[in-house]
């Protein structure tokens, strides 16, 4: 249980795109999901947090029409990279924590594979 | 801001030795987590240890905490080729309603057959 996905991957995209990458919950409800971006050997560093139905609050620095997410269901979260340049080329990670702490021990956060976004 | 520093940063081993890396973090904690990263890959919890506990114990892992010295340590013994990875400590900041996780910069560990 506790599975997070996410869609693509991998993304190579032209310098001026968006990008729209999917964090999906599988077998739970996510009352909150997070998006991390990680730069090659370093530490994850939060971008923003989702909740359901309400504005994403952002991390101190990161820039809210460059990164829109949408939180739309209990089950899906997007990060979208408006007019995407090089210097986003990154490692995208999101998490989930479950609606409610039941089966799971207080605020667990279940990580997705991540996305990596070249941008060309 | 990152709350969590690790060293070594790098850390090179044979197989069957063990491995420590540790963490120190700044401000007060509800929990500390460890987490393994292979590379290009998402993260995988490994152990979670509260701020009342000590020492806590998973399969090779052992996991210890020192909130006086805001530390923790992750040993893992006897270790393999597949315990090649990044290992990242995390320790909470509680926010309405949820915990926001701080990650520190991590240990890059190569075991070698």
């Known amino acids: 249980g506790a599975v997070v996905s996410q869609h693509p991957s991998w993304v190579i995209c032209k310098s001026g795109t968006s990008v729209k990458i999917e964090c999906r919950s599988l077998?739970?409800?996510?009352?909150?999901m997070f998006w991390y971006r990680q730069f090659p050997k370093q530490s994850l560093m939060l971008m923003a947090t989702s909740n359901e139905g309400s504005k994403a609050t952002y991390e101190q620095g990161v820039e809210k029409d460059k990164f829109l997410i949408n939180h739309a269901s209990l089950t899906l979260s997007t990060l979208t990279v408006t007019s995407a340049h090089p210097e986003d080329s990154s490692f995208y990670i999101c998490?989930?924590?479950?609606?409610?702490?039941?089966?799971?021990?207080?605020?667990?956060?279940?990580f997705g594979p991540g996305t990596r976004l070249t941008v060309l | 801001s990152q709350q969590g520093e690790e060293d070594p940063q790098a850390l090179s081993i044979q197989e069957g030795e063990n491995a420590t890396m540790n963490c120190s973090y700044k401000?007060?904690?509800?929990?500390l987590q460890w987490y393994r990263q292979n590379s290009g890959r998402g993260l995988v919890h490994l152990i979670l240890?509260?701020?009342?506990?000590r020492e806590k114990h998973s399969g090779r892992l052992r996991v210890t905490l020192d909130t006086s010295k805001k530390s923790s340590s992750l040993l893992i013994t006897a270790s393999r080729a597949a315990d090649t990875a990044s290992y990242f400590c995390a320790t909470d900041e509680n926010r309405r309603g949820y915990n926001k996780l701080i990650f520190g910069a991590g240990t890059r560990l190569a075991v070698h057959p």
């Open positions: 998490s989930a924590s479950p609606q409610l702490a039941g089966r799971y021990s207080y605020n667990e956060q279940f």
């Open positions: 077998d739970f409800q996510a009352t909150t």
């Open positions: 240890i509260r701020s009342n506990e």
């Open positions: 401000t007060s904690i509800n929990n």
